[in-house]
């Protein structure tokens, strides 16, 4: 009779660590996440003051535990150009930022540095956005605030301030790690 008392609890002991232990890692056989790593060029067309065209290099990270609940992040890099008819002279800038989204149907929140430059003079500033992205297709709207600023220092050259932009990504990499 103590031996089956002592098998029940030996058995009853396994099972209920076993099953804490499984269903507490998130990273355990039951509830593996599916990380994707996923790169590749972008275009993109801006819309502000002017119109700017836009190309560069992105690197999206997107965790997914089910089909509702996923993480994506990503980081980019990019050039554009426009061109201030008003003034006649081209404006050409570069953007690093990065932009997240916590669900499949959420916005996407981020913030990215720009530099500007007519040739003769360079701007500096950050860029808060906020966006959808739909498969490959994000589209994001924000404000760029560069110093000096045009509206006190009309001898600087004019630039996108309020923005809307979509960009298309070209997916060359993609890793899948975890469950299938």
């Not at 502000?48 to 993480?71: I, M, P």
């Not at 994506?72 to 008003?86: C, E, I, L, P, R």
């Not at 690093?96 to 720009?114: E, H, K, P, Q, V």
Request: proline residues 3%.
């Amino acid at each position: 009779m103590k031996k089956n008392n002592i098998k029940i609890v030996v058995v009853g002991f396994l099972c209920v660590f076993l099953s804490s232990t499984l269903f507490a890692n998130p990273d355990s056989l039951i509830y593996q996440k599916k990380r994707t790593l996923k790169s590749g060029p972008y275009f993109g067309l801006q819309s502000g003051r002017f119109y700017a065209l836009e190309y560069g290099w992105e690197l999206q990270r997107k965790t997914r535990e089910d089909l509702v609940h996923s993480n994506t992040t990503a980081v980019h890099h990019g050039f554009n150009a426009s061109y201030d008819f008003s003034r006649l002279n081209p404006i050409l800038g570069y953007d690093i930022g990065f932009w997240s989204r916590t669900g499949n149907f959420d916005l996407t929140y981020g913030l990215s540095a720009a530099v500007r430059t007519d040739l003769k003079q360079l701007r500096f500033g950050l860029c808060p956005s906020v966006g959808i992205k739909v498969w490959q297709l994000h589209v994001q709207t924000g404000m760029y605030v560069l110093a000096p600023f045009y509206a006190l220092d009309n001898t600087s050259f004019n630039s996108n301030t309020f923005f809307i932009s979509a960009r298309f990504l070209l997916v060359r990499n993609k890793k899948t790690k975890g469950a299938n």
